[in-house]
């Protein structure tokens, strides 16, 4: 049976430090029927060159470069509106993919839809839809190629109120249904991912996991939380767009940032 394309939809900016590993975590995938877009919101740090030169030489690439800088949810919404297959999934530039990582996830998914596995609505009712999201465990480095030995795991369903108390879908581990992800374009005022996930299972869909770390996700040692204020504000404001009062969302805020720090805890310590 003849096995479907997916596209590999890869935002960068200012990544020629990382991007040729990233990218060649995705070329290596054993699971060959892909097609990597990928669109750079302007780099000025040379990226572009070793971009062009890998478009050139493997024909399943394609580049395109913005005119002016966007940001990356336009740059995000953009790759998923001109992806052609039905299935994408939505790469970072500085992560990197296991070399199996697509072949488990569409193995999941064909699983599913042959019946083999269960899918559910938020209500534990059986799902008659497509799956809408399909993730994987995560692991860590650092930006020297240092591992961490903790790994997030992955569940094996996640429903909308489960989500709200923790984003456990890493971005770059994502493999989406391209006709479900374009009707919630990414919201670039937001903690992007974190909504977008939330409002598709909002709708009743269930996101599907790997429990295994088929991504890893760079991080700085010295700031493994990143700009945590910029962060839970956005997480807020996320709240906030759901319509939740300031109890509820204060409420899952304090959910989310005790999750969210013991989770960076371990990083550290491992």
Known sequence: MARDTITVIMAVYNVAATITETIRSVLNQTYRELKLLIIDDCSTDGSDFILKNFAKEDPRITYVRMQTNQGVAYVRNYGLEHAKTEWIAFFDGDDLWREDKLEKQVSLRDRMLRGDVPMYLDNGDPNPMYPAIIFSGTAYMDYKGNRYGYVLKAPESVTYKKLLKQNVISFSSAMVNKNV???FPVD???HEDFYTWLVVLKKG???YGIDEPLMT???DRDSASGNKWAAAKKNYNVYKKLRFGSI??????FCYARRNSAKYNKIKKS
């Open 248 to 253: 509820k969302s204060l409420y899952y805020m």
């Open 217 to 219: 996700y760079r991080i």
């Open 205 to 207: 869909f269930v996101a």
């Open 188 to 190: 670039g005022n937001l």
């Open 181 to 183: 992800m374009e009707k």
